[in-house]
C-alpha cells in the first residue's frame, strides 16, 4: 500500500513537502512516481524517479519540484517550491516497475490514496 501525506493549503510563491510511504512491500527496485488530478480533468504526470534516483519532470513542474526517494524507509518526497494556482490538484502517488508506464498514465499500477494542494492566489 502507498500513503500519501503532506498537502495542504498554501500561498502562491510557497512551499510544500509530499510524502508517500509504502508498506506491506517493498518497492525499492520499482519506479516511483507523483500524478495529480483536477476535477474534470485526466490525470497529470508531474514527477518519476527510477529505482536508483535518476528523475524526470512534466514541463510545467520543471525547476521548481524535486522527487526524492529513500529506500531504507519505503517513502518517496515531492518537495515543491514556488507553488502556482495552476498547481492545486490531488497528487496521488504511484509505483510501477516501468517509468515509462508511470509517465505515460497507465492505470494499472499501484496507487496511493491522494492528498489535496491547494494553492491560493
Known amino acids: 500500500q502507498l500513503q500519501a501525506s503532506g498537502g495542504g493549503l498554501v500561498q502562491a510563491g510557497g512551499s510544500l513537502r509530499l510524502s508517500c510511504a509504502a508498506s506491506?512491500?517493498?518497492?525499492?527496485?520499482?519506479?516511483m512516481g507523483w500524478i495529480r488530478q483536477t476535477p474534470g480533468k485526466e490525470r497529470e504526470f508531474v514527477a518519476v524517479?527510477?529505482?536508483?534516483?535518476?528523475?524526470a519532470y512534466a514541463d510545467s513542474v520543471k525547476g521548481r519540484f524535486t522527487i526524492s526517494r529513500d529506500n531504507a524507509k519505503n517513502t518517496v518526497y515531492l518537495q515543491m517550491n514556488s507553488l502556482k494556482p495552476e498547481d492545486t490538484a490531488v497528487y496521488y502517488c504511484?509505483?510501477?516497475?516501468?517509468?515509462?508506464?508511470?509517465?505515460?498514465?497507465?492505470?494499472?499500477?499501484?496507487w496511493g490514496q491522494g492528498t489535496q494542494v491547494t494553492v491560493s492566489s
Open positions: 506491506g512491500r517493498t518497492f525499492s527496485t520499482y519506479a
Open positions: 504511484a509505483a510501477d516497475p516501468s517509468e515509462t508506464r508511470l509517465r505515460i498514465g497507465v492505470k494499472d499500477v499501484y
Open positions: 524517479i527510477s529505482w536508483s534516483g535518476d528523475s
